[in-house]
């Protein structure tokens, strides 16, 4: 029995506040990336909707439920895919949203913030500043702080993936999710070791920024003085304990990946699926790179989780 912050008839709930233009997402077996990799790809995909990520899964439960408690305002801090659904989700229900995101962002990520309709501030630092920030913002207004990972909706949201993934029967044995606050990861994890208990969850995140890689093999948090990785969507330093203490549950494994590894993902997706992604989409692909013993003959499912990549980072790191 997993004793986490997660319950499966709330994430079963939950679908009902979610607009269905997130749910029921593709799913499909990719046979010449498979050929290329040695095994068999799944690919989960979670960029063909209006946020061009999985975050409105999240964000969808946090705005229903904000306007069900009569509150017209709501505060985060995004390296950009949050931002963006945020400020989408609470757009459609008449919330005024701010983010607060770090000057060193993608820009293609800050234009699509404003054009959702969302406040954007730009703090300078990382995005431990940017948290700090919208904390701040969030006291001196008296909104709601939206906490990526810590608040229990974007953890549930996320994990009405794991729904889909458990409905598609017992074709795969390992999926790979990206690492960064954890929502993805504990979200998805929780519900396949509720319900397809035999399938392997393996975390990944860059090798520079690994604090919750590193969290999770010394079953404590561990934090970093710095994060260096194109992959900006997974890029903290201080990771959540009690996300940590989710995920040392429903996790089998984390590793860390290079940034060679990354952008040569990236480009094996363009190569053969034709999905230009962002760098965090790329984390699964990059951990079979590292390690193909690992993975020769199984049936693995990555899930493509964004594609908010400026598109002139993207010509230099795929086409250089």
Request: proline content about 4%.
């Amino acid at each position: 029995m997993l004793t986490t912050r997660l319950d499966l008839a709330r994430i079963r709930a939950a679908r009902r506040d979610i607009d269905p233009i997130f749910l029921d997402t593709p799913l499909y077996q990719c046979d010449a990336l498979g050929r290329e990799l040695g095994c068999t790809v799944s690919i989960k995909l979670e960029t063909a909707n209006p946020v061009r990520s999985f975050k409105a899964r999240g964000t969808e439960l946090v705005a229903t439920r904000l306007t069900g408690q009569g509150r017209a305002a709501a505060v985060c801090a995004s390296a950009g895919n949050l931002g963006q659904a945020l400020g989408w989700s609470g757009h459609r229900r008449g919330l005024a949203v701010t983010v607060v995101a770090t000057r060193r962002a993608p820009a293609a990520k800050l234009d699509r913030i404003r054009a959702l309709g969302a406040e954007l501030e730009l703090v300078d630092g990382d995005f431990e500043a940017a948290r700090e920030r919208a904390a701040g913002i969030a006291r001196q207004r008296g909104i709601r702080l939206v906490e990526d990972s810590l608040d229990i909706e974007t953890c549930e949201g996320a994990a009405t993936i794991g729904l889909e993934l458990a409905a598609a029967g017992s074709s795969f044995d390992t999926v790979l999710i990206a690492l960064g606050g954890g929502a993805l990861a504990t979200g998805i994890g929780y519900v396949l070791k509720t319900l397809s208990p035999g399938v392997e969850v393996i975390c990944v995140q860059p090798l520079g920024a690994p604090a919750m890689t590193r969290s999770w093999h010394e079953r404590r948090v561990v934090t970093t003085d710095s994060a260096d990785t194109i992959a900006d969507g997974v890029a903290g330093r201080f990771p959540i304990p009690a996300v940590l203490e989710d995920l040392l549950q429903v996790a089998d494994d984390a590793v860390l990946v290079h940034e060679a590894s990354i952008v040569a993902g990236m480009r094996l997706l363009l190569k053969h699926t034709g999905l230009v992604v962002e760098p965090s989409a790329a984390l699964g692909i990059a951990a079979v790179l590292e390690d193909p013993g690992r993975f020769a003959g199984r049936h693995l499912v990555t899930i493509i989780c964004g594609n908010n990549v400026d598109l002139d980072a993207y010509r230099r790191w795929v086409h250089p």
